[in-house]
């Protein structure tokens, strides 16, 4: 099995070893840790956010038109 080395904090470590169980490796431990996450389970988790998104689009497409108008004299 082929291995890659990866840079961490000092904290991230620390906060590794403390999840770490006594009879795995980091690689198992981040195989644990990662294996039944569900990228789906955090949608939804930033109320709000599509109303920021939607007002940012409203700003930029304005902002948009009037260098539009601006270039086009």
Sequence with gaps: MSSKNITITEDAYERLKALKRED???SELVIRLTESAD???????????????????????ASLEEQQDVLSG
């Design 39 to 61: 990228r789906m389970e955090f949608a939804g988790s930033c109320p709000g956010l599509s109303e920021h998104v939607g007002t940012a689009r409203e700003d930029l497409e």
């Design 24 to 26: 795995e490796s980091f």
